[in-house]
């Protein structure tokens, strides 16, 4: 177990060095001068001058890119060339209502996709079963953008039941800030949870087929019996790998549902910086959402190892 | 032919027409404004209603099909094109350094959604629907090379590949000749798949200015514009949201249809 | 009182009637097996005794367990039955365990389930103990997967048997299986049943095992009982056509013809000279070497031109590998293998001229061939070897003459190898490998597959294209029968050495090694019928 949780983590550390060399690298390819776009076109030469090298924008590219790695490493993000503020309270800021949304999203989609893809499973073929699927094959087509302003005409113009956009912030109070981020998870997960009940359905269908499911029937065990003690466990496997990129998808499509929402989110964040050529949050805040990711799947390997024996080795 | 082949196929095939009608005829012009007639519910003369510019929407939704249809479908392509050699490549060497370094890039790759994609490239390049295929079609190399790969490593396992090789044939001449053919059926169903992803992927950055840009109509683009008014006028949003949804169901009907039909098991049923 | 007994039960699966008026008793304490060809309908009958057939099956009939009428019990009261009353042990003991429990568990599950309140954990102990997996060198808390094919074979029965069940059902229980390993789990079968006074109802092909074990013999054949009777009375007195060609199938001897005279069989063909391969194990342990595994190990043998060679050898002891190396598919570390005085291997870009000397035919009818292609393609397939590869009307010309050289017809060419039997795929792969006329054939567990009826066949073919083509060939088997129906020497490799070689009659009458001893005493053999 030891050896492999450490050749995931060297893998980890691999992926996240070249991921933030990607990043860096394209973003200097990015045209424009930030330190005369900080200060218009008029600015003198000498200013200029020493704004670069406040921003280090004098040194080498390679010394730029260890500075730019050392200081995330330590939690400093660098400057916003807009607002001249760190850019780590910009993001940490933004990231209370990301991240919140984007577990809550998750969270959602797996308890609505487990029982209805369990289910479907368990009903193969029957009512329920043709049912579920009709409903997950219009899930899975439905733009979570879309059904987000479909949820905002129904549940807040129609009914104001919640509010149209914006968020109520954590200092109101846990309960008021997650309803204002309820209509937007909702518009995340129930894409999501479709597809994710129709990994759970095929996955379990999988397992049925195995040997070891008869081998438990002829123990004795009834069918829902064997499902839930041998089937499960072995389908979780083909599931958690969904889930996991699942995860980084939520992440990512909260920018879009925070636009159609209004919410202070690190999406705002990335685009109101791309229309300012605010390039150092754009880099960031992207670098942050990859690690987020890389995570997220080290995480998911983890999780594999915690089920399947077979991948722990006899230690 | 199943149900699901004969709805995905006449679904598909609308959208298809619709696009390729709009090079020729549409209603109206879908760039002609008309003020005094904006908003419009649908009716006898605008089908669909017209927007705040009292454009028709059935025209502009005929001419985005050809976006939508387009970014796809060259996204798709550029996965196809690199991802498919790339995967064939790392089975034919499976457990070696290539086939190590093919799959440590892929899951690289999958640490970029492809709105990360886009918004890195339009960082760099700005706002096109050049930026929304290139942010797509690299999203979805990785997507084909696993699928292939997959595939194709479980064909190498089978004995007519060692046949091939004591008939003195090597890797590459394998992989196209006997490991190709094989994994067809996989890579066509992936192929719809990754389409009708790329339809909502194309919708969702031109949505957030990240796709096409204006005059270009594009289906994102209507829904953006429609966002302000839902309100007073809901088939805007409604309108394009169910262009997106009943193409994307047709394309995944098509898929599902195209799995069970091209199965060989089944097949051999059949025959 | 009878313990199980069927009476006239009928299954259909859709429209196809897969048992039809199948009826026979169980006795406490006796064996009986049922027998026949795949798709004779044998495992239906244990799966229908189960109530586990497949979803969509209809039954009809009684099948009454100590005069009970199993068929008139609810779906609950049958989950009381399964595993309580009978015992079900299944074919392929890799697949059969959850690979995420531990033996452990797996076992105790039966108990719990059935025997609440009693101390699960001792009597899985003990379970497992009489099936020879002693807790104190396999501890319950292992894996599936950390076990070997017999040990989770024990595993399985050790399931079937903790509740004391009154039946077993063992459905090819040895077939996954190697001889010696078959020789253990079939003893350790015979004595749990007279322990414990079951009844066993053993499903198998092997002819040999049933006359071995069995206290009476069904045959079976489409879904009906041909024949039944006392194993004994049976075996000396066979009334149906079909039980009499399966025993004289499961016996057959092919008639070699005798060695050209003419033929040089003085320089050797092929020439294996101390080949070594090595396998790297996975790393133990993250600063640890990697330790190497000898796969093969200081191997050297000759093929002289016209011998019929046979290798026998159980899973695992490098035979598979030592194939490989002789395709010249993969590099051995040390020695060397020649054929006709050039080496097998060439690097990277294989040695045209050597390999088309050599061809192979593998195990699996269905795998072994590309679903995509004619059969015309496939078996030009070797044509790549070759410099001036016929064309046209002489291409044409060597597929019809191969094809009928199998006992295939010309017009076969143009069918898609899913449109064959398994004996017949088999014949293409006959005529891929002979169509460039190699000077060595090597076989691969060539008729492993097979039914017996359709085995002997092939034997047949493969004699008479020896007498037609002179063929020089390497016969690799696991089975001790085939192998001594099909060859003139054989060798016997364990652990990566061959450890005995000689005429085989000579080796399997007379063995001299310890371990070609355990074999032949281990291969289940027929009686000698007197016809």
């Keep these: ?315 | 032919m199943s149900r699901n082949l004969i709805l995905g196929l006449f679904l598909s095939t609308i959208v298809v027409i619709a696009a390729g009608l709009s090079f020729v005829w549409t209603p109206f012009d879908h760039a002609s404004m008309n003020i005094p007639d904006k908003l419009q519910s649908p009716n006898a003369v605008n089908l669909l209603g017209t927007d705040q510019f009292g454009r028709d929407i059935l025209s502009a939704l005929m001419v985005g099909a050809r976006t939508s249809i387009a970014v796809a479908f060259v996204a798709v392509g550029i996965g196809i094109g690199l991802g498919v050699p790339l995967g064939l490549w790392a089975a034919s060497r499976k457990g070696g350094w290539i086939d190590e370094i093919i799959m440590r890039a892929n899951d690289l790759i999958f640490a970029f959604p492809s709105l990360v994609i886009a918004i890195l490239i339009t960082a760099i390049f700005g706002a096109s629907a050049v930026n929304a295929i290139i942010a797509i079609g690299i999203f979805n190399i990785p997507v084909f090379a696993r699928v292939t790969r997959g595939s194709a490593l479980s064909i190498w396992e089978r004995e007519f590949i060692l046949a091939a090789r004591v008939a003195g044939k090597g890797s590459a001449r394998i992989s196209f000749e006997h490991i190709l053919p094989n994994v067809a059926n996989v890579l066509i169903v992936q192929a719809t798949i990754q389409f009708s992803l790329g339809i909502l992927a194309e919708a969702a950055l031109s949505y957030v200015g990240l796709g096409a840009q204006p005059p270009t109509p594009s289906w994102g683009r209507m829904l953006a514009d429609a966002q302000t008014l839902v309100s007073i006028a809901p088939h805007m949003a409604l309108v394009p949201g169910c262009a997106i949804i009943l193409t994307v169901m047709g394309l995944n009907l098509l898929g599902d249809g195209l799995r069970d039909w091209l199965d060989p098991r089944l097949n051999e049923a059949r025959t | ?531």
């Design chain 1, 1 to 315: 177990m030891l050896r492999y949780t450490l050749k995931r983590l060297i893998s980890l550390i691999i992926s996240l060095t070249i991921a933030s060399m990607v990043i860096f690298a394209v973003i200097e390819i990015a045209p424009g001068d930030p330190a005369s776009l900080m200060l218009g076109i008029n600015a003198q030469e000498d200013t200029l001058a020493a704004l670069r090298s406040e921003l280090g924008l004098d040194l080498k590219k390679s010394e730029r890119y260890v500075s730019w790695v050392t200081g995330m490493l330590q939690g400093d993000f660098g400057t916003s060339y807009q607002y001249r503020t760190p850019v780590s309270e910009m993001i940490a800021a933004r990231m209370w209502v990301s991240l919140p949304l984007a577990l809550y999203a998750l969270t959602l989609s797996t308890l609505i996709a487990f029982p209805a893809g369990i289910y479907a499973a368990s009903r193969r073929g029957k009512t329920g079963d043709v049912a579920i699927m009709g409903a997950t094959q219009l899930g899975v087509a439905i733009p979570n953008f879309w059904f987000a302003m479909m949820l905002v005409l129904v549940f807040a113009i129609n009914l104001r039941w919640f509010s149209a956009g914006g968020f109520a912030g954590w200092d109101k109070g846990p309960f008021e800030a997650m309803k204002s981020l309820t209509l937007p998870a909702i518009a995340l997960a129930l894409p999501q949870a479709a597809i994710l009940a129709r990994v759970m359905r095929s996955a379990l269908l999988d397992v049925l087929g195995e040997d070891y499911m008869r081998t438990a029937r002829a123990k004795g065990l009834t069918k829902s019996q064997a499902l839930w003690r041998h089937g499960l466990r072995n389908a979780l496997i083909p599931v958690l790998t969904i889930i996991g990129l699942q995860f980084a998808f939520l992440l990512a499509g909260g920018i879009i549902i925070e636009q159609v929402f209004y919410l202070p989110g690190l999406g705002r964040l990335i685009f109101q910086s791309i229309s300012a050529r605010d390039l150092i949050v754009v880099e960031s805040v992207t670098m942050l959402l990859v690690f987020a990711v890389i995570l997220v799947n080290f995480c998911v390997d983890l999780a594999y190892a915690a089920v399947d024996p077979r991948l722990r080795g006899r230690s």
């Design chain 3, 1 to 531: 009182m009878t313990l199980l007994s069927t009476r006239g039960l009928n299954v259909s699966i859709g429209r196809k009637s897969v048992l039809k008026n199948v009826s026979f008793d169980i006795e406490p304490g006796e064996i009986v097996a049922v027998t026949g060809e795949s798709g004779s309908g044998k495992s239906m009958t244990a799966l229908s005794v189960m109530d586990l057939l497949p979803e969509g099956a209809q039954t009809v009939g009684e099948i009454l367990l100590n005069g009970a009428d199993l068929r008139k019990q609810s779906e609950a009261q049958m989950c009381e039955t399964r595993g309580q009353s009978i015992g079900m042990v299944f074919q392929e003991p890799m697949t059969a365990l959850n690979p995420v429990k531990t033996i452990g568990d797996q076992v105790s599950e039966t108990i719990y389930l059935h025997r609440p309140g009693v101390d699960a954990e001792a009597v899985t102990a003990r379970t497992l103990s009489r099936v020879g997996l002693p807790p104190d060198r396999f501890p319950l808390t292992r894996y599936p997967h950390e076990l070997s094919g017999g040990q989770r074979q024990r595993v399985v029965i050790a399931m079937a048997i903790a509740c004391g069940p009154r039946l077993l059902i063992a459905d090819e229980p040895t077939t996954a299986l190697d001889v010696t390993t078959q020789a253990q789990i079939l003893d350790l079968l015979k004595r749990l049943t007279h322990e414990d006074g079951m009844g066993l109802l053993m499903i198998t092909h092997d002819l040999a095992v049933v006359a071995d074990m069995a206290d009476r013999i069904l045959v079976m054949r489409d879904g009906e009982i041909v024949e039944h009777g006392e194993t004994q009375d049976l075996l000396r007195n066979m009334q149906h056509p079909y039980t009499k060609m399966l025993f004289h199938a499961s016996m057959h001897q092919a008639k070699l013809p005798t060695i050209d005279p003419e033929t040089d069989t003085e320089t050797p063909l092929l020439s294996v000279n101390q080949a070594c391969r090595d396998y790297r194990l996975p790393r133990s342990s993250l600063f640890a070497r990697a330790k190497q595994f000898r796969a093969v190990d200081d191997v050297s043998f000759d093929i002289k031109r016209g011998e019929r060679v046979g290798l026998v050898g159980e899973s695992g002891c490098g035979k598979s590998t030592l194939t490989r190396a002789i395709l010249g598919l993969e590099k051995v570390q040390s020695g060397q293998i020649q054929l006709d005085g050039a080496p097998v291997f060439a690097g990277r870009r294989p040695n045209l001229a050597v390999r088309r000397k050599m061809q192979v035919v593998f195990q699996d009818p269905y795998g072994s061939f590309n679903p995509r292609h004619r059969v015309e393609r496939l078996i030009c397939e070797p044509f790549h070897l070759l410099s001036d590869a016929p064309t046209g009307n002489k291409r044409d010309e060597l597929i019809a003459e191969t094809l009928e050289a199998v006992g295939l017809s010309p017009e076969d060419a143009q069918k898609y190898p899913h449109q064959f039997s398994g004996g017949q795929r088999q014949r293409i792969a006959i005529a891929r490998a002979l169509i460039i006329r190699p000077e060595l054939v090597i076989f691969d567990e060539a008729v492993s597959a097979l039914d017996v009826s359709v085995r002997a066949r092939i034997l047949d073919l493969i004699a008479g294209l020896c007498r037609a083509y002179d063929l020089t060939y390497l016969f690799i088997s696991h089975d001790l029968n085939v192998v001594r129906s099909i060859t003139d020497r054989v060798m016997v490799m364990a652990a990566g050495k061959i450890v005995e070689s000689g005429p085989t009659a000579q080796v399997f009458d007379n063995p001299y090694h310890l371990y070609t001893k355990s074999l032949v005493a281990a291969s289940p053999m027929l009686p000698a019928l007197e016809s």
